[in-house]
């Protein structure tokens, strides 16, 4: 079955920097575009950033210039390079894809920016 795995998250001050990993299993991973989602406490999930299977990329505007997503596909991997970390990034960052249209989720990791 189709098992999306995240890990890298913790706890960042204000300007720092963490990268966000999510490793794909139970999917041809090179065949399939991958994305980072977010949820903050009493907000809806939102996009943040997408990696096709051609390597292009898209980003939430909140994010762009400070935020890269790249993907190795020989680790089965896909990543989220976050810097210049601010107190609104604050959430739980969710991997997605959806091979043959059907939407998986990762279980999330936790990135807290505070003083």
């Known amino acids: 079955q189709v098992q999306l795995v995240e890990s890298g998250g913790g706890l960042v001050q204000p300007g720092g920097s963490l990268r966000l990993s999510c490793v794909a299993s139970?999917?041809?991973?090179?065949?399939?575009?991958m994305g980072w989602y977010r949820q903050a406490p009493g907000k809806e999930r939102e996009l943040v950033a997408t990696?096709?299977?051609?390597?292009?990329?898209m980003y939430a505007d909140s994010v762009k210039g400070r935020f890269t997503i790249s993907r190795d596909n020989y680790k089965n991997t896909v990543y989220l390079q976050m810097n210049t970390l601010k107190a609104e990034d604050t959430a739980v960052y969710y991997c997605?894809?959806?091979?043959?249209?059907?939407?998986?989720w990762g279980q999330g990791t936790q990135v807290t920016v505070s003083a």
């Open positions: 990696i096709t299977s051609g390597f292009s990329t």
């Open positions: 997605y894809t959806k091979p043959g249209g059907k939407d998986y």
């Open positions: 139970g999917i041809i991973f090179r065949l399939n575009g």
